[in-house]
Nanobody
Framework: QVQTVESGGGSVQAGGSLRLTCTAF????????MGWFRRTPGSEREGVAV???????NYADSVKGRFTISKDNTKKKVFLQMNSLKPEDTAMYYC??????????????????????WGQGTQVTVSS
């Protein structure tokens, strides 16, 4: 059964760090580009970071220099290291797999339309 499960969320003070983990079941992240997205109530889904099959990465401007996406294909995991967290980073964070097996992600990856097999999300709350 194909499933994507996020973990690692929690509550942290501004300036703190969290590491989110996305675990793939029934597939290997080595065959897909993978993305992290976030959403707050009443807002649109926002693309946070993406990693291609070749390890290439891209980030939303709002998190560049603070967040790092990486993966461990042998463990079927994708990580999002979040440093220097801000209250505006508070959101539900989702991991998703590309719907195809292209090597790299499209230019509009941040829209999320190229992704499927979304996880249930993990909540991140940053207090000031």
């Amino acid at each position: 059964q194909v499933q994507t499960v996020e973990s690692g969320g929690g509550s942290v003070q501004a300036g703190g760090s969290l590491r989110l983990t996305c675990t793939a079941f029934g597939y290997s992240p080595s065959y897909y580009y993978m993305g992290w997205f976030r959403r707050t109530p009443g807002s649109e889904r926002e693309g946070v970071a993406v990693i291609g099959r070749d390890g290439s990465t891209n980030y939303a401007d709002s998190v560049k220099g603070r967040f790092t996406i990486s993966k461990d294909n042998t463990k079927k995991k994708v990580f999002l290291q979040m440093n220097s967290l801000k209250p505006e980073d508070t959101a539900m964070y989702y991991c998703a797999r590309a719907v195809n097996s292209f090597t790299s992600y499209p230019a509009d990856w941040y829209l999320g339309t190229a992704f499927g097999d979304w996880g249930q999300g993990t909540q991140v709350t940053v207090s000031s």
